[in-house]
């Protein structure tokens, strides 16, 4: 059975950093791109960040773009989401996603998604 | 706002059939037919109902079907059930990001 955790929120200090994590398991994490979609309190669901299967092709939303970080450990079948900078417009519950289809360089249709894991920024 | 425009509900009855739109653009919608549509309820994780316009996994029941004409892509759920109360959400692809559609809430009265 496919699973995702996704970990590492928290309440964080506007300027601040986190970094998030998204465990996998029941498939082979190495052959599907991933995706971050988050959504703050009230709002509706928004892409934020996404990367290839291999690692080697990354994506950004334009509201996170050089303050937030995508990479992936297929080895540890483990997505992250580095964030810097982080505002208070970045407070959402995030979620990661796997592609529906793999080896995809960018990742459009998504089957299996996480719980999510809440980021409040706030001093 | 949101790249893609959906309404912000719509209701039925049980049995009953509704549609709901997502109005894109000639660089997402009306070129990609990576059209898609997620189910969302509070508390869970967003459920793929539709993608590549008109395709539905094998365990979403055939109640949900989805199309596009030009920039505009559609899904119905038909023979409504209090089970398909939840908000939903379309995505498109414009060559660089993924799109997301504002969200509409289905309300089965």
């Known amino acids: 059975e496919i699973h995702l955790l996704e970990s590492g929120g928290g309440l964080v200090q506007p300027g601040g950093s986190l970094r998030l994590s998204c465990a996998a398991s029941g498939f082979t994490f190495g052959n599907y791109a991933m995706v971050w979609v988050r959504q703050a309190p009230g709002k509706g669901l928004e892409w934020v960040s996404g990367l290839s299967y291999s690692g080697g092709s990354a994506y950004y939303a334009g509201s996170v773009k050089g303050r937030f970080t995508v990479s992936r450990d297929n080895a540890q079948n483990t997505l992250y989401l580095e964030m810097n900078d982080l505002r208070a417009e970045d407070t959402a519950l995030y979620y990661c996603a796997k592609d529906l289809r793999a080896f995809d360089l960018v990742g459009v249709v998504f089957d299996y998604w996480g719980q999510g894991t809440l980021v409040t920024v706030s001093s | 706002q949101s790249a893609l425009t959906q309404p912000r509900s719509v209701s039925g009855s049980p049995g009953q059939s509704v549609t709901i739109s997502c109005t894109g653009t000639?660089?997402?919608?009306?070129?990609?037919?990576?059209d898609s549509w997620y189910q969302h309820s509070p508390g869970k994780a967003p459920r793929l109902v539709i993608y590549?316009?008109?395709r539905r996994p094998s365990e979403v029941p055939d109640r949900f079907s989805g199309s596009k004409s030009g920039n505009t892509a559609s899904l119905t759920i038909s023979g409504l059930q209090a089970e398909d109360e939840a908000d939903y959400y379309c995505t498109s692809y414009d060559g660089t990001s993924l799109l997301f559609g504002g969200g509409t809430m289905v309300t089965v009265l």
């Open positions: 000639s660089s997402d919608i009306g070129t990609y037919n990576y």
């Open positions: 590549d316009v008109n």
